[in-house]
């Protein structure tokens, strides 16, 4: 299995441009999320999907937009990029549901934004 | 707004000591729970984890305890290494307001080790 895999791995975008980073697991889990990290901080959460077609909003989500069409994919779109969302993006998923408890999250390798 | 984050704790430990990392957790429900850590320019990676039926678990060099009393979980290093040096940090499972499963996860610590 290739786990958790993130596209890009760096980005710079200027004020205002728009991305979508992209974020696919490979062990069926049905819970997926995306956290941001700043410099020296510690992972805030910005969305995350209890399964495909269900998504909710983290602590930080503005600025931000998720959507969830497969187990395999969840997409974190920026429409308006601003210096404030420049960050490390980290995706994750793990796994909960018949009779398993959700346990450990998979980290991807994260992909690194500077928007300028 | 956005709520405004707090830096990193830091903690500088000689190679070779003992390292204790603490965290305090907030939801006296939360039944499992799990330490993770991430070097530089990584993601976090799971080290390991605890159910709330058990007061210490042991792994390779590391151990951690919990306290329920008092809502706290501490990470030992046993003889450390310079690659422990790394962001620690800790997450406690409970549920959502909607009823899900969640993992919440905590400040973390920065661990430097001293040549």
């Known amino acids: 299995n290739a786990g958790v895999t993130q596209t890009p791995k760096f980005r710079i975008l200027k004020i205002g441009q728009s991305m979508t980073l992209q974020c696919t697991q490979d062990?069926?889990?049905?819970?997926m999320y995306w956290y941001r990290q700043d410099p020296g901080m510690g992972l805030k959460l910005i969305y995350y999907?209890?399964?495909?077609?269900?998504?909710d909003k983290g602590e930080v989500p503005n600025g931000y937009n998720v959507s969830r069409s497969t187990t395999e994919d969840f997409p974190l779109r920026l429409e308006l990029a601003a210096p404030s969302q420049t960050s490390v993006y980290f995706c994750?998923?793990?796994?909960?549901?018949?009779?398993?408890?959700?346990?450990?999250?998979?980290f991807g390798p994260g992909t690194r934004l500077t928007v300028t | 707004g956005e709520s405004v984050g707090l830096h990193l704790p830091t903690l500088s430990v000689q190679e070779g000591d003992n390292s204790i990392i603490n965290c305090a957790y907030s939801n006296s429900a939360s039944d499992y729970f799990i330490w993770y850590k991430q070097e530089s320019g990584k993601g976090p990676q799971f080290i390991i984890d605890?159910?709330?039926?058990?007061d210490k678990r042991q792994g390779q060099r590391v151990t951690v305890l919990l306290n329920k009393t008092v809502k706290h979980l501490s990470l030992q290093i046993a003889a450390t290494q310079p690659g422990d040096s790394a962001v620690y940090f800790c997450?406690?499972?409970?549920?959502?307001?909607?009823?899900?499963?969640?993992?919440?996860f905590g400040t973390g610590t920065r661990l430097t080790i001293i040549p």
């Open positions: 994750a998923s793990s796994y909960s549901g018949r009779g398993i408890k959700l346990s450990e999250q998979y």
């Open positions: 605890i159910r709330s039926n058990m």
């Open positions: 062990m069926n889990h049905n819970y």
């Open positions: 999907s209890v399964g495909a077609g269900i998504t």
């Open positions: 997450a406690e499972r409970g549920v959502s307001n909607f009823g899900n499963e969640k993992l919440t």
